[in-house]
């Protein structure tokens, strides 16, 4: 069972930025690629930025230019830097490994709750 640990989130002001980390731990595999989702308040889970096994990056036409995932290898860690946040970015961020099809492969953590405010 892999457990997902997210941290780095908290209240920023818009403009500003943030690095979220994330270590999956347990029995892990290499999934086909791992990725960044969020939740903002009565809103469904959305994909924010995904990176492949073989380095292809994706992101959601929101974050683009502004948003950058990477990983660690060494240390088994994915990071989402987060730069030029607005208050439209306030969510919680959670990530997750992926299958080949978009099918998300482990139980969601606690997610670590990002805030753009003034």
Not at 5 to 21: D, H, I, K, N, T
Request: hydrophobic share 35%; charged share 15%.
């Amino acid at each position: 069972q892999v457990q997902l640990a997210e941290a780095g989130g908290g209240l920023v002001q818009p403009g500003g930025s943030l690095r979220l980390s994330c270590a999956p731990s347990g029995s892990i595999f290499n999934p086909h690629s791992m990725a960044w989702y969020r939740q903002a308040p009565g809103k469904e889970r959305e994909l924010v930025a995904r990176l492949s096994r073989s380095g292809i990056t994706n992101y959601a036409d929101s974050v683009k230019g502004r948003f950058t995932i990477s990983r660690d290898n060494a240390k088994n860690t994915v990071y989402l830097q987060m730069n030029s946040l607005k208050p439209e970015d306030t969510a919680i961020y959670y990530c997750n490994g992926r299958a080949f099809s978009g099918t998300v492969l482990w139980s969601w953590g606690q997610g670590t709750q990002v805030t753009v405010s003034s």
